[in-house]
């Protein structure tokens, strides 16, 4: 007789409460709260957790899970998870799923396993659909701007993985507005539906304000998704009264380093953190409220190392919203 006990149903309240959001002028929406599997999926990292934290997210109307070729670590692991969590879990809610991932960072040794070369991003989808057993990905991304490789050689690439099956739409990731402005016209030549540039974006990073990328992709009719909302878990309330042994900075401080937390910016951490309390938020949700204040950024990526943290986050759905005097605030305090 089979094991019923651990086979997973989804809630059937999924859709109620999250927000979807048009990417961009495609006919795709995003839920407004997306899973990143950047952190804490890759081989090193307990696999029950992950399942749970994926399991929360479905069941919260988090349909978008978002990887890339090498998240982990190891390389590629967090695809090896998620094939073993589409066959264990989500096979039969396949259709109710955005999956993407990305190529263009260092992936396997010699000289084709990184940048943006055509047989790089061929031998690359074609590794990841294998890893997480699917026979397409919704998106595929050129993970970044690859100078040295002609622009046209990686868009073609990304055309001709949509045009094969392998990948439903293509997208970019860190590309400023200059590429971000050439990808869309080749990709539109090529009749390729080039759909969304996932770049970095929170209260502490507005590179994509100052580069131009936010105000060219509303106009060119692209969406932007914003991952590192939490500016690698400073913006939250972790860190203020000290460094918390399972943190970040002490399980891995590849991205975020002790020296980062000055005492400037603790202060503003600290001022933030009290603005959220008064909103009736924590400083997480404020940070990820922010981010999607306009209609210029269709989806935050968030990422969690527990499902406590994915559920409170996706409340920032209903609260979105800001007064003209808390947007003031928040400069006065980013700036001083």
Known sequence: MADTAN????????????????VGRSGLKFPAVSLGLWHNFGSKDNYDNMKAMCRAAFDHGITQFDLANNYGPVYGSAESSLGRLMEEDFRPYR???????????DMWDGPYGDHGSRKYL?????QSLRRMKLDYV?????????????????????????????ALYAGVSNYDREYTQKAVELLKDLHCPFIVNQRRYSIFDRTIEEDGVKAYCKEAG?????FSPLAQGML???????IPDDSRIARDPRFLRAGDLTEARLEQ???????????????????????????????????????EQIVENIS?????????????????????
């Open 236 to 242: 939250t309330d972790k860190y203020l009264h000290g």
């Open 316 to 336: 920032v759905t209903e609260h979105a919203d800001f007064t003209k005097e808390e947007l003031e605030l928040i400069e006065e305090i980013i700036t001083a």
């Open 269 to 307: 951490i600290g001022r933030l953190n009290e603005l959220a309390g008064q909103r009736g938020q924590t400083l997480a949700q404020m940070a990820l409220s922010w981010v999607l204040k306009d209609d210029e950024v269709c989806s935050v990526l968030i990422g969690a190392s527990k499902p």
């Open 138 to 166: 919704d998106i595929f991304y050129h993970h970044r701007m690859d100078k040295e490789t002609p622009l046209e050689e990686t868009m073609t690439a990304l055309a001709d993985i949509v045009r094969s099956g392998k």
């Open 95 to 105: 259709d109710e799923l955005i999956i993407t991932t990305k190529a263009g960072y």
């Open 222 to 226: 692209i969406g932007i998704i914003a």
């Open 122 to 126: 061929m031998a690359s989808i074609d």
């Open 7 to 22: 086979i997973y149903a989804a809630n059937n309240t999924r859709y109620e409460k999250m927000a979807y959001n048009r």
